[in-house]
């Protein structure tokens, strides 16, 4: 059960989680920080600990390029600095660490099989990118509800190539999904308001930053602990490696699973736009563009719910001193970068227009793919967009004077430059 202070809610679809600051657990959440403890005291965040742990786990030794070592180590170096992550932090960044070094074992091992993989073409993506928390999600996986396209669920961004034991059995026909669901349930219990943030059921539609993150890089790790030193040294780094990465996944997922026309989304695309563009000259680009205080709020809540289990201590100076600024160097990089991406390949779209009128945005998406949208799919998106509005599952209070202490004005003062740029209204007063 979750404790009245944390349900805070009158209405079935609203939530107001009224214990941010001071949270009250729950039974679950305190034996899994119990539980935690004992698994962080022997973890130990280094580059050889944590590769002989994914050498052991599947048999391989080959990682490939070694570049991803330096990368490696200012991760285990960034989460080590962070004194207010808790038990539970640490014990899932280090489980999360072994499994993209196994992951990347895997997908050396089956490149090195089947070399032909590396030809294999990833013909005209569409790729969304946007703030996050500023409905790319919801966009992705409406795109992704046209069954011609070819997109990433979560157990499958998860473990893009299955281990031995992942094989599919008369009892089980795909082990994989089945994990993810345990681990999907896992979280639902222990923090069970993330479900409405931010979905990780088996099927829900993946970022493509998992793929990255086999590399050991994007911008992941900002969100999982408080990692100031990976932020800048990720961000004074070309991410043309890592993108290529990212690529060599699709083929490998193209060959295990046959080709379609992939959608992909991650809003660091938003601050990487030229090495995005390189990797994918011919793509279709969806640049979502929102209020940021709108998309803030959220992330400050977002973090600040999860901080219960994911800090130490609760302290709303810790989002409010990161998050802002982390939002302001992305939207710079997109302001400075937009004009890369060619304009026959490119739709900005804005989140009143989006809400206003989406059969419209859509049109315009698939008029510059090149793909007909059909009176039979426009369809199946409508099913689509009933069945996963906003209020499906909840709808959460935010409060920005009340929870963190600041004005609407006060946080979207410093984004005038974006503004400027983008024709966005504003949402939040």
């Not at 070592?69 to 989460?79: F, K, N, P, Y």
């Not at 681990?183 to 219990?189: A, K, L, N, V």
């Not at 563009?277 to 205080?293: I, M, N, S, W």
């Not at 977002?302 to 100076?317: F, G, H, N, S």
Request: charged fraction near 25%; glycine fraction near 4%; aromatic fraction near 10%.
């Amino acid at each position: 059960m979750v404790d009245s202070a944390q349900k805070g809610a009158t209405h079935p679809n609203v939530i107001d989680i009224t214990d941010l600051h001071h949270p009250v657990l729950d039974e679950i959440q305190k034996q899994v920080l119990a539980g935690a403890e004992a698994a962080a005291a022997h973890i130990v965040f280094e580059p050889q600990v944590i590769l002989a742990a994914a050498m052991a786990q599947t048999g391989l030794s080959d990682f490939g390029a070694q570049d991803f070592q330096e990368r490696l180590a200012v991760w285990c170096q960034s989460i080590d600095e962070d004194e207010n992550a808790s038990a539970v932090t640490r014990a899932n960044l280090f489980q999360m660490m072994i499994r993209y070094a196994a992951t990347r074992l895997r997908v050396e091992d089956i490149v090195k099989r089947h070399p032909e993989i590396l030809e294999i073409p990833i013909e005209r993506p569409i790729i969304v990118a946007g703030l996050p928390r500023s409905g790319t999600t919801h966009l992705l996986g409406l795109l992704a509800a046209d069954r011609r396209f070819r997109s990433l669920p979560w157990w499958e961004a998860i473990a893009p190539v299955a281990a031995p034991d992942e094989t599919p059995t008369p009892q089980d026909s795909n082990p994989r999904w089945t994990k993810a669901e345990q681990g999907w349930r896992t979280m639902e219990s222990i923090l069970p308001y993330m479900a409405i943030m931010h979905e990780f059921s088996p099927d829900h539609i993946s970022e493509d930053i998992e793929l990255q993150a086999v590399d050991f890089s994007s911008y992941l790790i900002e969100w999982l602990a408080l990692v100031p030193r990976w932020r800048d040294y990720y961000l004074s780094h070309d991410q043309s490696g890592t993108y290529a990465y990212l690529r060599k996944c699709m083929q490998i997922l193209t060959f295990l699973n046959g080709p379609n026309r992939w959608v992909i989304k991650c809003p660091q695309h938003m601050e990487q736009l030229p090495a995005l563009y390189k990797t994918f000259p011919d793509a279709t680009f969806v640049l979502t563009h929102r209020d940021p205080v709108g998309s803030i709020r959220s992330q400050l809540t977002m973090y600040t719910y999860a901080a219960r289990m994911l800090r130490k201590t609760v302290d709303i100076a810790e989002p409010l001193g990161y998050w802002p600024d982390r939002y302001q160097r992305l939207l710079r990089a997109c302001v400075r970068d937009r004009d890369v991406l060619p304009a026959d390949q490119t739709i900005d779209v804005y989140f009143d227009e989006w809400t206003q009128a989406p059969d419209r945005i859509l049109r315009e998406i698939y008029r510059i793919a090149g793909v007909e949208l059909t009176d039979e799919a426009l369809a199946e998106l409508h099913r689509y967009l009933a069945e996963h509005g906003e209020q499906s599952k909840g709808k959460i209070v935010y409060d920005l004077e009340r929870d963190f202490l600041v004005t609407a004005e006060e946080l979207r003062r410093p984004f005038g430059f974006y503004f400027d740029r983008f024709d966005v209204e504003v949402e939040v007063t």
